[in-house]
Structures are given as structure tokens and as C-alpha cells.
Nanobody
Framework: QVQLVESGGGLVQAGGSLRLSCAVS????????MGWYRQAPGKQRELVAA???????NYVDSVKGRFTISRDNAKNTVDLQMNSLKPEDTAVYFC?????????WGKGTLVTVSS
């Protein structure tokens, strides 16, 4: 089992920054892929950024150059630094862990970007 707890969401003006953090209940060395997803009202959940145990990173095109995913192996956390935020980034952001072909989800944290 893997428990995930997100934090760091909130309200920010367009152009601002937020940093999301995901606390993981076990060593992230044991997890194949950590990712951040988001779901906007009326839309499907989409992958925003992911980082593998080998350090490979990928981003959805719409956030490239603005968002950065990182992990702290000592703290068992995975962060998402979000800069130059846009109103279309407004969504609930979910942390995801993939381990042994199982996916685990946090409860999400709301990010609202005002124009």
C-alpha cells in the first residue's frame, strides 16, 4: 500500500507561482513512477508531469517550461513547482504513484488561478 497526501494548493493570480508537495508513505525508491495529474471542471483527468525511479521526466506540452517536477528521496516527497500560472491551469491536482502495476492516488489539492 502507498498513501499519498498533497499540499500546497490555493488561490493565485495569473502569472504567479505555487509549489505542490506530495508526501509518500513509503520510500519512493520502491515506486516506479510518481506523477502529478489534474482535473478541471467538466474535463477528464490528465497527466501533468511524471518522474520515474530512473529519473526520466516528462510533461504535458501545455506546462513545459513553466512547471518542474522533482523528488526528495530523503524526505519521500515529490514536488511540482508551477510558475507563470494561467487561468487554464485551474484544477484539482492529484499525486499518483505507480508501483508493481498498481496505481495509488491522493485526495487532491485545488489550484485556482484568477485572471
Amino acid at each position: 500500500q502507498v498513501q499519498l497526501v498533497e499540499s500546497g494548493g490555493g488561490l493565485v493570480q495569473a502569472g504567479g507561482s505555487l509549489r505542490l508537495s506530495c508526501a509518500v508513505s513509503r520510500s519512493i525508491f520502491s515506486i516506479n513512477t510518481m506523477g502529478w495529474y489534474r482535473q478541471a471542471p467538466g474535463k477528464q483527468r490528465e497527466l501533468v508531469a511524471a518522474i520515474t525511479s530512473g529519473g526520466n521526466i516528462n510533461y504535458v506540452d501545455s506546462v513545459k517550461g513553466r512547471f518542474t517536477i522533482s523528488r526528495d528521496n530523503a524526505k519521500n516527497t515529490v514536488d511540482l513547482q508551477m510558475n507563470s500560472l494561467k487561468p487554464e491551469d485551474t484544477a484539482v491536482y492529484f499525486c499518483n504513484a505507480e508501483r508493481l502495476r498498481m496505481h495509488y492516488w491522493g485526495k487532491g489539492t485545488l489550484v485556482t488561478v484568477s485572471s
